[in-house]
Nanobody, 126 residues
Framework: QVQLTESGGGLVQTGGSLRLSCAAS????????VGWFRQAPGKEREFVAA????????YYSDSVKGRFTISSDNARRTVWLQIDSLEPEDTAVYYC???????????????????WGQGTQVTVSS
């Protein structure tokens, strides 16, 4: 089993920044990638970004490219999501997920991830 714990969410004004953290523990050797997803009320869970543990490769959805930055520390098994220039449309619960996924195209699909954190709320006021 792999445990994922997110932190760093909160209430910010439009244009502000947040840094979300995801700490992984347990049998993380069973995973090769960590992703961030978000889910707004009444909407489906949406891929945001992903990073592979062993290779410094990052992947982003087009909707957040340029404002979101994912980074990771393999030794500490921690992944961060830096969010800049926040917009009210970014309001959502942000989830960290981990899995063993081979194809890049599969990184964006929630069902391909085996482990999920509890989520952290990000609220952006206008």
């Amino acid at each position: 089993q792999v445990q994922l714990t997110e932190s760093g969410g909160g209430l910010v004004q439009t244009g502000g920044s947040l840094r979300l953290s995801c700490a992984a523990s347990g049998r993380t050797f069973n995973t090769n990638i960590v992703g961030w997803f978000r889910q707004a009320p009444g909407k489906e869970r949406e891929f945001v970004a992903a990073s592979r543990w062993s290779i410094r490769s990052q992947y982003y959805s087009d909707s957040v490219k340029g404002r979101f930055t994912i980074s990771s520390d393999n030794a500490r098994r921690t992944v961060w999501l830096q969010i800049d220039s926040l917009e009210p449309e970014d309001t959502a619960v942000y989830y960290c997920a981990a899995g063993r996924i081979i194809l890049t195209a599969d990184y964006t699909i929630p069902r391909n991830y085996d482990y999920w954190g509890q989520g952290t709320q990000v609220t952006v006021s206008s």
